[in-house]
């Protein structure tokens, strides 16, 4: 299972301290940021490239981490059109297949 770290709205933090509590939850760290809030996770790789972390940021903006895995990520690629390398992580696809199709693409999820 992958571990997550975040702070929202000015909170104080220690990223060093959190980052070290939740590393053995996997083996690639990445993180995203913004004024309000910072999102860091250590993600243990079960599909695509084991060196890519999460959080995920599309083209669009979008950010997403996942902590499980879609196990009908390549179909859901095939169904929005796109060629998706076979490196890609599930949770890319997803981040995709929700800006595609919103909430009601939830249903579609096998994972």
Known sequence: MCGFVGKA??????????????????SVNGGWSDPEVDLFAWRMARSGDANRPQP???????????????????????????SIPPDAIDTEILALWLESSGAAGITQLQG
């Open 56 to 82: 995920v940021v599309t083209p669009n903006g979008s950010v997403l981490g996942l902590n499980g895995e879609i196990y009908n990520a390549p179909q859901l690629a095939r169904r929005m059109g796109l």
């Open 9 to 26: 709205f000015g909170v104080s933090s220690n990223y060093e301290i959190a980052s070290a509590l939740t590393a053995y939850r996997g």
